[in-house]
Each structure stands twice: as structure tokens, then as C-alpha cells.
């Protein structure tokens, strides 16, 4: 039995709102059940089986249970134009072989290790504002991350073409809608200005990511970050890692290890500036425990109202807000049954956050919600803004101590407020980003 869904297949052109606003279209699927279905035909002929699936249950069974059922969607695997055979694109053996061999690198006392040049990078750029000044803090914010990814992971210093590479992963980014649509393969051929842009933002990327490489070969010792890591398993000679595959892994990691952790931090200095109340506890939480000093990693543990500002903000706005699997054979969920060919699971953590079965007043930024009892009493898979199971985020523990500190840096001397007629709203591509984040910043008093 097939899961409930709308009475007709939508029509092709309809499948236009799914990826110019896929939340909107997930939405008005979810009204058919936590689990429901929708085939999209074309000329009665089977264009692909879409499943909405937003039981927690039913979400670890496909993410953990029966990962092995499932495989990265299709449309995904376009993205190999540009990310090559990267985490985020590549599968089986491979895709193992390289988690096995990424892992350390992100484990808790590397990412500890971290910690002080997160907190110098953060400073650098608050160190730049002015007080009183309408900043962009989306472009702002990806500065930060993007200097971050460079140091931490691959030893480098980009502040200086911070603004280069950040256009071109923007230019990117924007671009993924096309290249996974069910026309990408004509899309790409054409002589558009879009494609024309594509081409140079990646060889923009490529040529900051192969001299990084060859400074680093060129170096005495490959040195123990993530980029010796993958070096030395190419020198190595092991299976599936050459040259185009370091580089397929960097440009994977620049793009998902600075883009998603921007977007979560827009998204707190947002909610924190239009909810007073929530940025005086932060603040407050902030003079007590730093003083005016710029923090460590031993304050994590009492930076407990900056981590819950930023958890809060993940369930409303997760950066990561729709992500599909491939059904590899017919398979059972729960009472319904997916056949096999051409059939897409989707889980929705956009949806799956605001269900207010799971979170009391879903609508409302609640920070102090996630108290140890609450998050003990959370099913699983309700709370999903780094994914799950063997594809779960790698970087899951450095982005949340990155955020956590790049707040606790920016905001210890520094309030926010939105500019006056800004108008903010969610922009689902491949991160959820805001439409614009004008913001004031003002200088506070020392504590």
C-alpha cells in the first residue's frame, strides 16, 4: 500500500515550485500524513516517487536501521561537475574509506585544538566594526567561517581573498538548483551568463585549493590538520585518494564547512536581535562567565544560554533544511510500501523542527527550552539539523563549537539590531539563508 497523497500527480510544470520553493511544496505535502507520496508523471509515464517522511521512528529505520536500502539521490549526484567524488557526493567503499580516513581530524580533542583560532578569527573581523554601523552580517558571518575553514583545516590564511572565494562559493551555491534539476545535463551546456559564471567561480576555487596543495607539499612536514591528513594517505598511495581527490574533499569541505555554519549564525543574530529579551540573557550569560575577555574552550561548559541561542535557531531556520535518499529496492515503511525505481525519500528538518508534538509552541524562539530534561525527552531523529546515520555530518562537533564561540567573540562586546525596512525571510537553495540581514551594531559597556 502506497502512503496517502494528493488525488492527481502534479503536472511537470508544477514540479517548478519544488525547486524554487521546496519548503512551500513539502508543506502542503505534509497535509496528506507524516508520511505521504506523490508520483509525478509525465505522459503517464513515471517521472520519479516523491515520500515525505517525518516520523522519527520511520526516520532512524531509513537513516540507520536500513541506510544500506538507501543510496544519495540522483539529483545529488549531478553535483560531481563540481564537487568531483567528495564526502558529500561520493558512495559505498569510497565514500567509508574517506570518512574512515577524515575523522580524526574532527574528533573532540582536534577540533579542542581549534578552539583558539576560531576565537582569533571571530575577533579579527569584530575588531574591523564601527560602532553604530549597518553591516551586512550574512557576508559578515561568511568571512568568519570561511578564514576559520581555511586555518583550521587546511593551514592557510584567506583572509585576503576572503572576498573572492566567498562570491565565488556564493556563485556556487546559487547555482545548485541547476544542476540537479531534471534538465541539468542541456542546462549545462548552454552559453548562459549563469554557466559562464559557474566555470569561472570554480576555477576561481581550484586555483586557490591546487596552490594551497602545492605549498604544502612544498613544506618540510605535511602537518597533522586535515589537509596533511589527506596528503599523506595520497603519498601513501591508498586506494581512492589521488590529487583530484584532495582537491575534490577541499573545495567539498570550503563549501559545507563555512556555508552552513554562517547560515546558523545569521540565523541566531537574527532571532537574538528581534528577541530582546533572549540577547540579554546571552549577554548577561557573557559578562559573567568572560568578563570582557575573549573566550576559551574550557568556558563551553558555562556558555550554556549562547549554545541553547544557537540550538534554538537550528530548530527554527537548519541550515541543512530538506535531504532526500534513493530507494535502491521496494521497501517497507511502516504500514506503506515504496516500490522500487525511480522513488525518493525526503526528510524535511525545516517541518520536522516545528512540529509542535515534539516542541511546545513551535513558532517561537524559546532558547531556554533545551534544558537537559527536554533534549532527554526528545525522540531521536526529532531534532535532525546535522542529518543522521552513516552520512550523519562530520563536522557536526566543530561546527557546534564554532558557533557557540564565534558568538560568545562577537557578541561580548557588541549589541544588534535589524535595520530599520528590512525584510527577512528564508531563501531554501541548498542552505537555508536569510533574503538579507541588514544589521546595526552598537558598542556595549564593559561589564
Known amino acids: 500500500m502506497l502512503p496517502p497523497g494528493p488525488d492527481r500527480s502534479p503536472r511537470v510544470w508544477e514540479l517548478a515550485a519544488l525547486r524554487r520553493d521546496p519548503l512551500r511544496y513539502f508543506t502542503e505535502l505534509r497535509r496528506h500524513g507524516e508520511v505521504a507520496h506523490v508520483a509525478v508523471r509525465v505522459a503517464g509515464a513515471l ?48 565514500h567509508r574509506r574517506q570518512q574512515r580516513l577524515m575523522q580524526p581530524a574532527f574528533h573532540r580533542d582536534a577540533v579542542l585544538r581549534y578552539a583558539p583560532t576560531m576565537v582569533e ?45 566567498g562570491r565565488a562559493l556564493a556563485t556556487l551555491m546559487e547555482a545548485f538548483p541547476d544542476f540537479i534539476s531534471p534538465f541539468a545535463a542541456l542546462w549545462r551546456v548552454l552559453p548562459t551568463r ?29 602537518g597533522d590538520d586535515l589537509l596533511g591528513r589527506l596528503l599523506a594517505a595520497e603519498s601513501e598511495g591508498k586506494a581512492g585518494m589521488t590529487e583530484q581527490q584532495v582537491r575534490d574533499e577541499a573545495i567539498t569541505l570550503f563549501l559545507a564547512g563555512h556555508e552552513t555554519t554562517a547560515v546558523a549564525l545569521a540565523w541566531t543574530f537574527y532571532l537574538l536581535a528581534v528577541h ?33 541561542a544557537l540550538q534554538e535557531a537550528m530548530r527554527l531556520y537548519p541550515p541543512a533544511h530538506t535531504f532526500g535518499r ?28 516545528r512540529d509542535e508534538r515534539y516542541f511546545p509552541a513551535p513558532l517561537e ?12 525527552g526528545l525522540p531521536r531523529f526529532a531534532y535532525v539539523p546535522f542529518g543522521g546515520g552513516a552520512r550523519v555530518c562530520i563536522g557536526a562537533a566543530f561546527a557546534w563549537m564554532e558557533g ?28 537555508l539563508r536569510p533574503s538579507e540581514l541588514p544589521m546595526i551594531v552598537r558598542l556595549r559597556p564593559a561589564p
Not at 550574512?138 to 593551514?155: C, S, W
Not at 546571552?282 to 561548559?301: K, Y
Request: aromatic share 6%.
Open 47 to 94: 517521472l520519479v516517487r516523491i515520500t515525505l517522511v517525518q516520523d522519527p521512528a520511520l526516520i532512524k529505520k531509513i537513516l540507520v536501521d536500513d541506510g544500506a536500502c538507501f543510496e544519495k539521490p540522483r539529483a545529488l549526484k549531478k553535483l560531481k561537475v563540481l564537487l568531483g567524488e567528495g564526502l558529500l557526493t561520493s558512495e559505498g567503499e569510497l
Open 121 to 165: 578569527c571571530a575577533a579579527q573581523a569584530e575588531a574591523r566594526w564601527q560602532d553604530g554601523a549597518t553591516l551586512d552580517m550574512t557576508a559578515e558571518l561568511m568571512h568568519v567561517t570561511l578564514a576559520i575553514a581555511g586555518r583550521t583545516l587546511f593551514g592557510v590564511d584567506v583572509t585576503a581573498e576572503a572576498n573572492e572565494i
Open 194 to 222: 549563469r554557466n559562464r559564471a559557474v566555470a569561472a567561480a570554480l576555477a576561481r576555487i581550484d586555483e586557490t585549493i591546487f596552490r594551497i596543495i602545492a605549498a604544502r607539499r612544498a613544506a618540510d612536514e605535511p
Open 276 to 308: 530582546p529579551k533572549a540577547l540579554a540573557a546571552v549577554h548577561a550569560e557573557l559578562d559573567a562567565v568572560l568578563a570582557g575577555r575573549l573566550p576559551t574552550a574550557d568556558d563551553l561548559p558555562r556558555l550554556v544560554h549562547t549554545r541553547r
Open 326 to 353: 534513493g530507494v535502491l529496492r521496494e521497501y517497507a515503511l511502516g504500514p506503506y510500501t515504496i516500490p522500487a525505481g525511480r522513488s525518493m525519500v525526503f526528510i524535511c528538518p525545516y517541518l520536522l523542527h
Open 365 to 376: 524562539f524559546r532558547p531556554e527550552r533545551w534544558t537537559p530534561e527536554f533534549e532527554a
Open 404 to 431: 557557540t564561540l564565534a558568538l560568545a567573540t562577537l557578541l561580548r562586546r557588541w549589541t544588534l539590531a535589524l535595520a530599520p525596512g528590512a525584510q527577512v525571510r528564508p531563501v531554501p537553495r541548498v542552505t
